[in-house]
């Protein structure tokens, strides 16, 4: 993870007082940082990728979880880019969270070189920058959407809470 969106989190975790929370994190394999550490106090954090390594405890493709609406928080850093189902990652976070909870999330945007997961080139791996105009699509139905670019870096952030008021039994 480059700084400026590691800075991005940790905003939002200070601005929103969230370091208590139960968290779920999507693409946790960690390549050069991780978020984690702005959780230090949560009683809950589970890392999922793709891949086993360091910070993964749950190997599977994101888009396939169901946290079953038990999570407070889901954090996703540059992980949509390389994914063919960017739009099932953000289906799996509004899944895996509670009425109310919150998304995280870090991409690159539109001008950011293409790179690979692993920080090299990107080789056979799939890889699509984001537009912010497609993220705010997939996210049409969470609340209190906040999406933000910032060019410097060719990042696309966003910040999205999940409905509290849905039925869910309808």
């Known amino acids: 993870m480059h700084p400026q969106a590691y800075s991005f989190v940790r905003r939002v975790v200070r601005e929103l007082n969230l370091s208590r929370a139960r968290i779920l994190e999507f693409g946790s394999y960690n390549v050069n940082g991780?978020?984690?550490r702005l959780f230090q106090n949560a009683p809950e954090y589970i890392g999922v990728d793709i891949r086993p390594g360091p910070d993964v405890d749950v190997v599977a493709d994101a888009a396939a979880i169901d946290g079953l609406g038990e999570f407070d928080i889901v954090v996703s850093c540059e992980v949509l880019e390389h994914t063919e189902e960017p739009e099932g990652i953000i289906d799996a976070a509004y899944r895996s969270l509670k009425p109310g909870g919150l998304l995280i999330l870090t991409a690159a945007g539109p001008d950011r070189e293409p790179h690979g997961?692993?920080?090299?080139?990107v080789g056979d791996e799939h890889y699509a920058n984001i537009e912010p105009?497609?993220?705010?699509?997939?996210?049409?139905?969470?609340?209190?959407?906040v999406i933000t670019e910032d060019r410097d870096a060719g990042d696309v952030y966003?910040?999205?809470?999940?409905?509290?008021?849905?039925?869910?039994s309808c």
């Open 34 to 36: 991780s978020v984690r």
């Open 133 to 145: 105009d497609q993220l705010d699509l997939w996210l049409h139905d969470w609340e209190r959407v």
């Open 117 to 121: 997961c692993m920080g090299n080139a």
């Open 158 to 168: 966003a910040v999205a809470h999940r409905p509290e008021d849905e039925c869910e």
